[in-house]
């Protein structure tokens, strides 16, 4: 069902008061208080064939916007954000954000320390840059979820970590879809979507 026009300008609106924000905590703000739901982010919202969906929305030389789809029981790996702020919000179903601290690394290969773990239900807003540490999200339940992904500056690379010997690689972005219009995967998106941001 195509998105309303009313709805469309929430979307809208909330981009020109991003573009006009001057500091972290009022970003975060406008984006607590633009109540962009899944309905209208209808075209944006697709799944990959092999791992979560990344959509892009929107990119300008501020900020992205990404919308993230997940599957049950499909995660990210452990990640930074390149130095860029990330601002997320839980826009259906339930997510997981596990954080870390990096500790020693050696031979790019890092002991990562868990720290907070939170669960991310509907309309719920958090963040994390550099400065805060790394983290990986997923879908732990049954139910597919979406979330939503502000990055300030866009980024276009990471570093990911394993989970399970630390190793460390940089992965880039790919994308499900761009702009509403899907993208045929390549071998090696289809790599790359199961293990950035
Ligand atoms: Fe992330």
Redesign the pocket.
Known sequence: MPATPEIINSLQTVIEQLSAANSDKQRQEIIENGHIGLTELGPFHHYGSSGYGRNLIYTGAEFEIILLCWQPQQFSTP?D?DGSL?IMQCVSGELIEQRYQLQACADNHCILSPTELMTLSDGQVTS?SDQQGL?K?GNATMTAACSLHFYFPPIHSANAYSEQDGGQKTVFSSFTSEYGVKIAETESEKVQLQVV?
């Open positions: 990640h954000h990330c994390i983290h999200l941001r």
